[in-house]
């Protein structure tokens, strides 16, 4: 088994490769920063971005997170056609902690946005029970080089989220690239869902998937 790669960078890579969820197959990297630091941007708050029309499910309804699904989570949400849900083994294990760990939150589940021809996952994280934006405000600290960290607040049929948007600085690609994330708290946990993705225009691309995921978030 193999824990999910989050860095392009060679030496990363090399030590990913041997880890990863059971079954996994393939996974496209994830671009991380390798070195160095910027300053990050104080947290702001403002209206959120015009919702992106969300994209149908598969056709067989495929959802993530309930009884029988391929990951055992605190929430379910539909998942985008083709998008491929894979949970993570043993992502308590110290070894893996690189990979599996950011900030309070322990990821539990990757969806593969690569077989519907895009380069990115939503990844699902949880933490203990608390207030949800503590946790996500947790999460973003704990990346690095983050910048135009946006905080706001909505609903969802969980019950409130929080939600962010930020930017990372990759030093290996020289560019910055969108990231977000929304986070709630249920009564077995705090859970947060990522969108990265291997570039912004790979990310954008992506967002009706995060979108259907907000929007048909359930607690359990």
Not at 7 to 29: K, S
Not at 132 to 156: H, I, M
Not at 172 to 184: C, G, H, N, Q, T
Not at 188 to 195: E, N, P
Request: net charge neutral; aromatic share 4%; hydrophobic share 40%.
């Amino acid at each position: 088994m193999r824990p999910p790669i989050r860095t392009l960078a060679p030496a990363a890579a090399a030590l990913a490769a041997g880890l990863l969820l059971a079954g996994c197959g393939d996974v496209e990297p994830m671009p991380e920063v390798t070195q160095g630091a910027r300053p990050t941007a104080a947290p702001a708050t403002k209206a959120a971005p015009p919702a992106t029309k969300a994209p149908a499910a598969a056709a067989s309804h495929l959802t993530v997170g309930g009884p029988g699904t391929a990951c055992a989570l605190p929430v379910s949400f539909g998942v985008a056609e083709k998008w491929t849900p894979k949970a993570i083994e043993d992502p308590e294990k110290a070894e893996f902690a690189a990979f599996t760990r950011q900030g309070p939150a322990v990821m539990r589940c990757e969806v593969d946005a690569k077989p519907a021809g895009h380069v990115g996952f939503l990844r699902v994280w949880t933490a203990e029970k608390g207030s949800a934006r503590a946790a996500l405000e947790g999460f973003v600290k704990a990346e690095r080089n983050t910048s135009e960290v946006t905080y706001e607040e909505g609903a969802s049929g969980a019950g409130p989220v929080t939600e962010v948007t930020y930017t990372v600085y990759n030093e290996l690609m020289e560019e910055s690239k969108e990231e977000r994330a929304l986070a709630v708290s249920t009564p077995k946990g705090t859970v947060i869902v990522h969108l990265g993705g291997l570039d912004t225009a790979e990310h954008r691309a992506m967002i009706p998937a995060y979108r259907l995921a907000r929007t048909t978030l359930k607690a359990l």
